[in-house]
C-alpha cells in the first residue's frame, strides 16, 4: 500500500485514469490482507475449541474446512487477481511513460498475465496451492518487482 501511495503521484502525471486504477486495486488487495487475516484468526479460534471438545464434534472440523477454504480463496484467488490487475495498470503506465526499462514493463505485464492464469487454475482446482506449479507461475512477477525497485530512479521520476 506504502508503495502505491508513494508512486500515485508520478503516475498521475503520466495516466491519471490508470494511476487511480492501481491506487484504488492496491487498496481493495489490503482490505483483501485484513479479510484473510481475520479468516485465520477465526481458524485458530475454530481449532482451540475443537482441541478442547476432543474433536468429538463434526461440526468444528467442517467450519474449519470452510474457513480454510475461504482463505485460500481470498488470499490466492482473489488477492492475487486484483493485485495482478493493479499491476497491469502500474506496468502499462511505465510502458507509455517510459519511467522503467520497456523491458521491465513487458515484463510485468506477462509476470502479472501469469499470475493471474495461476489463480485461475488454483480456483479451477487444476493446481494445487502449495504446489510447485503453482509456487514456479508466481515467480515472474515478484523477480519484476524486485527488479522495478532496483531500476527505479527516483530522481528521474
Known sequence: MGIALLLFPVLKTHNETLAVGFLGFRMIAALLVIAGTIILLLILRVSQKYVKDNASTKANKTT??????????VNHVAMIIILCISSLMLYTVTLQSGLIPVWLSVWGIAGAAIAMLASILVWLKYVKIISPGYMLLNLPPCFAGICFCSVVNMERI
Do not use: H
Open 64 to 73: 474449519g474446512d470452510k474457513l480454510k477454504t475461504a482463505r485460500d480463496f
